[in-house]
């Protein structure tokens, strides 16, 4: 293409080939009549042929007008679906969104702000991955990952987080176990019990704050396991291997031989927060960081 061949030239063209008319053409481009003709004009002598042929009762096309019409028809869808491609992907609307959780954010919490932001963006692709703790903040600094939920109570600075959910805590015990949520009244009837924890690999904060539940009950416990999956500590238990504690929203979709005591009755509650990279320019993240 000559230097001097602009992209305006081409969208003429196509205009007038579509109507062969001069007249409905420019009306249709905002332009006068004659300065689409010294447009057209100008495109033929920068090409060195003629595009249209002309007399006072027709305009037609020259054979190569013809064929640049339908090869210019292709140019231009191409770009015009690869503008509003680009537009998408500026405002958020396409792209990808990769995700760090812990376990118990796949409850209910993920699912759900997921099926809310399909809702008004359905073309964002997602990554979904199971990583404790450590690992997403890892991620999230590395930008691995675009957003993360976690269970922590400190986060460094380059990060900003946002709490979505506080969660309380639940025993978890054999089916055959003693006690039941008529007659719990305290973790101190539990202190010669074993127990099973997720392990502080977890989240340090995470089983600093189960600990604070035996001290304030009076009494350290004996831990027989630690772990750091849901499935694990509930076999053990269900097997008679020990109790544990672990957040309410871990009872959602699991169908194993134990029951739950919520503890309704105790300060503490566990945190699950969002958190992201402040200075991450991925518009999908910032649309989801909306909906939070």
Known sequence: MSNQLELRHLRYFQALAEDLHFSKAAERLYISQPGLSRQIKQMEEELGYLLFQRNNRKV???PAGQYLHTEVNKLLQQLDGALQHARMLHEGMEGRLNFGYVGSAMQNIIPELLLRFRADYPNIRYGLEALNNQQQIDQL??????IGFVRLERIPPELNNRVVFEDTFSLVLPLDHSLSEQNFTSLAQLKNESFI???PAYSRPYYEKVME???DAGFSPKVSHRTVHATTIYRLAENG???SIVPTSLRMGYQL???FIELTNIPQRTKLSAVWRADNENPALENFVRLL
């Open 241 to 243: 291997f020990g109790l």
């Open 60 to 62: 037609a096309l020259t």
């Open 197 to 199: 924890l997720f392990d």
């Open 257 to 259: 031989g134990v029951k």
């Open 141 to 146: 600094l590395t930008r691995d990952i675009d």
């Open 213 to 215: 539940l035996f001290d």
